[in-house]
């Protein structure tokens, strides 16, 4: 069985690419190969690919720059969807597309079930909520939230930098969620795939938390193995106190339990698996 994983160079691309399940061969594109503003080439690619499987790990994902370039957002996170989905409706092969938490509106006081209702506050959530929209029915669609690994531009390698930069770091306290590391990320992506799967499903790691708490819990966690060698004050601030040019749901936490119940595993904690990437990068330097 042969995959096709669009947006091999990202992070959750690279994942995919990194666990392979028995039984599949993978093979990778990214913007350099492949240009998602241009339909007609993704369909024509992914049919002269002909894989059983497509998996797209690609996204427009900047979400402020996004306010003002979302028609080019749109192209990447929706119009380039459509194209996969029909190049899968002609191979008849299956598809998994890879969607946010930024589709809701954060005013709920539960975690985000797959079907609650959606009401982006963003052109990014906009253009992925479009996105989910063009993957269709026959598609596996999989929310997530704060996607980090090492290696990769994420928050965590961010806040590595800041801490080592400055003499104290300011965190948005106010706007709670979960961490994703991508390569569990990646493992419920292959599972959903084996199982068939079609349809809304949520993936997280276990846990809370605010952006403040997971700075917090990075510095913590990077100190106790000597990835950073001292500690700076880490003051939690309200999004009112950080404005930014998209406005974020102020709670986005992802309801994963009938993923879970799906495929009966259930993810570490974030903190342990946030352990395990520092590790990994205090590996590879």
Same mark, same amino acid.
């Given at each position: 069985?042969?995959?096709?994983?669009?947006?091999a @160079?990202?992070?959750?691309?690279?994942?995919l690419?990194?666990?392979? !399940?028995?039984?599949?061969?993978?093979?990778?594109?990214?913007?350099g190969?492949?240009?998602?503003?241009?339909?007609?080439?993704?369909?024509?690619?992914?049919?002269?690919?002909a !894989?059983?499987?497509?998996l $797209?790990?690609a996204?427009?994902?900047?979400v /402020?720059?996004?306010?003002?370039?979302?028609?080019? #957002?749109?192209?990447? $996170?929706?119009?380039? &969807?459509?194209?996969m *989905?029909? =190049?899968a409706a002609?191979?008849?092969?299956?598809?998994?597309?890879?969607s946010?938490?930024?589709v809701?509106?954060?005013?709920?006081? +539960?975690?985000?079930? !797959?079907?609650?209702a959606?009401?982006p506050?963003? #052109?990014?959530?906009?253009?992925?909520?479009?996105?989910e929209?063009?993957?269709?029915?026959d598609?596996?669609? &999989?929310?997530?939230?704060?996607?980090?690994?090492?290696?990769?531009? @994420?928050?965590?390698?961010?806040?590595?930098?800041?801490?080592?930069?400055?003499?104290?770091?300011?965190?948005? *306290?106010?706007?709670?969620?979960?961490?994703t590391?991508?390569?569990?990320l990646?493992?419920t992506?292959? =599972?959903?795939?084996?199982?068939?799967a079609?349809?809304?499903?949520?993936?997280? /790691?276990a846990?809370?938390?605010?952006?403040?708490?997971?700075?917090?819990?990075?510095?913590?966690? *990077?100190?106790?193995?000597?990835?950073l060698? +001292?500690?700076?004050? &880490?003051?939690?601030?309200t999004?009112?106190?950080y404005?930014?040019?998209?406005?974020? !749901?102020?709670?986005?936490?992802?309801?994963?339990?009938a993923?879970?119940?799906?495929?009966?595993d259930?993810?570490?904690?974030?903190?342990? @698996?946030?352990?395990t990437?520092?590790?990994?990068?205090?590996?590879?330097?």
């Amino acid at each position: 069985m042969k995959a096709v994983v669009i947006g091999a @160079n990202g992070q959750l691309g690279r994942a995919l690419l990194d666990s392979v !399940p028995q039984g599949w061969t993978a093979t990778g594109t990214d913007r350099g190969r492949l240009d998602l503003t241009e339909p007609e080439a993704v369909e024509a690619f992914l049919l002269d690919e002909a !894989p059983d499987a497509i998996l $797209n790990a690609a996204a427009y994902t900047a979400v /402020d720059r996004a306010e003002d370039e979302e028609a080019l #957002a749109l192209a990447v $996170n929706a119009t380039a &969807v459509s194209a996969m *989905a029909r =190049a899968a409706a002609q191979l008849g092969c299956r598809f998994v597309h890879v969607s946010t938490d930024f589709v809701f509106d954060g005013g709920s006081s +539960r975690a985000y079930g !797959p079907g609650a209702a959606t009401a982006p506050l963003s #052109a990014y959530g906009r253009t992925k909520l479009a996105g989910e929209q063009a993957a269709g029915p026959d598609a596996a669609i &999989v929310r997530t939230s704060w996607v980090y690994s090492a290696g990769s531009h @994420n928050f965590v390698r961010t806040m590595l930098r800041v801490m080592r930069e400055r003499d104290e770091v300011r965190v948005v *306290a106010d706007q709670i969620g979960a961490p994703t590391w991508a390569p569990g990320l990646a493992a419920t992506i292959w =599972a959903l795939l084996g199982h068939g799967a079609k349809g809304l499903f949520h993936h997280r /790691d276990a846990g809370v938390a605010s952006w403040y708490d997971f700075a917090v819990a990075i510095q913590e966690e *990077a100190l106790a193995i000597g990835l950073l060698d +001292r500690e700076v004050p &880490v003051r939690p601030v309200t999004t009112a106190d950080y404005p930014t040019r998209a406005v974020r !749901p102020a709670f986005s936490l992802l309801d994963d339990s009938a993923t879970r119940a799906l495929l009966g595993d259930q993810p570490p904690h974030w903190r342990v @698996n946030l352990r395990t990437m520092l590790k990994e990068e205090l590996r590879i330097g």
